[in-house]
């Protein structure tokens, strides 16, 4: 088995604010996945990443940035934060894709944006 | 429109009763995943699928690509259960790409 842990837990950020999540996994997985959840509804693909230094943008990458630093390791940047924007953040990793893209999740960022 | 429809959106369930979920897909879908997220957020691994289909202990799911569509059922629902059900589906749009639902709110009462 393995883990994927989420810092911080709680951000809590200004209008205009620069604000990065990070996300590590022991899975060993080489693909790994940022979504945004908004009260109430689904997940929306932000980033994903298939391997070390690779970025593929989901439907959702207007006005954030991702970095996969290492294989363990995937950072999403709010470039600009939205006053009272309130959403989690949710970082998943998998195998791969295709029959191997079966995503575990960590337990997600909550921000808020006074 | 939405890639991935979930029906219903809200359920409520007597305890040890049955019933099904269900996933429309209006994309290629490839390959289907259902979560249950708890009320703080956590997102637990139910079933992931090619088209086929899987049982686990009281839940079954099927995947049938041809027709779009993946189905969620459950049997002797538990108080346990509760909680909002999602599916995803994996899918070429000219890039993978991976579409949820909004959900299921399911409550079971006793």
């Known amino acids: 088995g393995g883990i994927i842990t989420q810092t911080p837990k709680f951000l809590i950020g200004q209008e205009g604010q620069k604000l990065t999540l990070k996300c590590q996994q022991n899975?060993?997985?080489?693909?790994m996945y940022w979504y945004r959840q908004d009260s109430g509804k689904g997940l929306r693909l932000i980033y994903y990443s298939i391997t070390e230094n690779d970025l593929q943008k989901g439907d959702l990458s207007e006005g954030y940035d991702a970095s996969r630093e290492k294989k363990s390791s995937f950072s999403l940047t709010v470039t600009s934060a939205q006053k009272n924007e309130m959403a989690v953040f949710l970082c998943a990793s998998s195998i791969g894709l295709g029959g191997y893209a079966e995503q575990f999740f960590g337990p997600g960022t909550r921000l808020t944006v006074l | 429109g939405d890639k991935v429809k979930q029906s219903p959106s809200a359920l409520s369930l007597q305890e040890g009763t049955n019933s099904a979920l269900r996933c429309n897909f209006s994309i290629a879908a490839t390959t289907v995943q259902w979560f249950l997220q708890n009320p703080r957020g956590s997102l637990m691994n139910l079933f992931y699928?090619?088209?086929g289909t899987k049982e686990n202990g009281r839940l079954k799911s099927a995947f049938d690509s041809k027709e779009s569509y993946s189905t969620l059922h459950i049997r002797d629902a538990q108080l346990e259960d509760s909680g909002t059900y999602f599916c995803a589906a994996e899918a070429d749009t000219g890039y993978q790409n991976f579409y949820f639902g909004k959900g299921t709110s399911l409550t079971v009462i006793p």
């Open positions: 899975f060993n997985h080489d693909t």
């Open positions: 699928l090619v088209p």
